[in-house]
């Protein structure tokens, strides 16, 4: 069963694996389909993947 994990200030971080697709339906492959983050500030370059831009954007979840 998946996980999602909502970081503070963070990305959502996906175990247990999960399709990913695309607003066509289309898949969308993660480098590791069992664990990976997905973006929740709008700044990542590689959405929907997180790329580690929130920290430096100073995205905070306002909790
Ligand atoms: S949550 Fe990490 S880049 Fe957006």
Redo the contacts with the bound molecule.
């Keep these: 069963m998946a996980t999602i994990k909502v970081r503070k200030d963070?990305?959502y971080l996906v175990t247990g694996g999960a399709e990913i697709t695309d607003a066509e339906g289309n898949p969308i492959e993660a480098k590791n389909n069992d664990n990976f983050?997905l973006?929740?500030?709008?700044?990542?370059q590689n959405k929907p993947f997180?790329?580690?831009?929130?920290?430096v954007t100073g995205?905070t979840d306002g909790k």
Excluded: E, L
């Design positions: 963070g990305p983050a973006c929740r500030c709008g700044k990542s997180c790329d580690g831009a929130h920290s995205f």
